[in-house]
């Protein structure tokens, strides 16, 4: 296996390339969760109706230039999220394993849970400045505006004016939503890639490769999406405000479903789905690879007595 930092390194290259073919669908999501804020359905008004309406009214007004709006923060972000999601996961998991069953090798669906949403919480709290700015650099059109609108020219310049305007507390708004939302998607994504992974082993006989990896993914990007829409939906409101609608995660949520009724957390859901499931098959799959050639670079370069010890 790779090294902490390894693992960590490819873990955000990966999940980088990922980003760079799924990153309109999440302009889309976002500004389909944001339309129609606190307003009741018959009084909103629909300027985006879906996916592929989405994206074709923001390459009609905006260019492409709309679609990849934030994908500097994306790409940090995304740096951050999965280098920890991705390199603390083994080493939290064999680490409670060892405390619990004294054996690393002891598979428990209760541990890998626990390690998926831990080193996915950590990712989340380290990276969730730059996932605000990123949500108000998205959210922001000059054509067909929807939810607060933030006139920032790049990320830095957001960070900039977040800090100045609303402070520490104001950088770090939301972290709570975004901790909730990565901890239940983290706490699936990866249990459910490795069970499969290894069902379609046992029972299909599948061999390691670029099939076995997508259909792992695939079958994880489903599971990830059901569970995490809903706190997502509530995170984007809670990022793209500046404290003057929401009070906490639970205020947002109380008045979002009272206002807009229950199905209103599940806006954006087919947008997320469209994002997630080609985001989570070119991570993993683009993570199995990169964690390959990590490890070949680090055999490299490690002395012996490292090596034995990873």
Known sequence: MSTTLGAFIAGGIAACGAVTVTHPFETVKIRLQLQGELQSKSAAPRMYKGVFHGVSVILKNEGPRGLFRGIGSAYVYQMILNGCRLGFYEPLRKGVTTAIFKDANVQSLGVNIFSGAASGVLGAAAGSPFFLVKTRLQSFSPFLPVGTQHRYKNAVDGLRQINHNEGIKGIYRGIGAAMVRTGFGSSVQLPTYFFA??????????????????????????????????????????????????????????????????????????????????????????????????????????????????
Request: glycine residues 6%.
């Open 197 to 310: 992974k290894r069902r379609l082993v046992k029972h299909l006989g599948m061999e390691e490769g670029p099939a076995l990896h997508l259909a792992s993914s695939t079958a994880s990007g489903f599971v990830v999406c059901c569970v995490m829409h809903p706190p997502d939906t509530i995170m984007s409101r809670m990022y793209n405000q500046t404290g003057n609608l929401y009070s906490g995660v639970f205020d947002c949520l109380i008045k979002t479903v009272k206002t807009e009724g229950l199905l209103a957390v599940y806006k954006g859901y087919f947008a997320h789905l469209a994002r997630i499931l080609p985001h989570t098959i070119l991570t993993l799959s683009l993570a199995e690879q990169t964690n390959k050639l990590m490890r070949r670079f680090e055999d490299r370069i490690l002395p012996a007595k490292v090596k034995e010890q990873i």
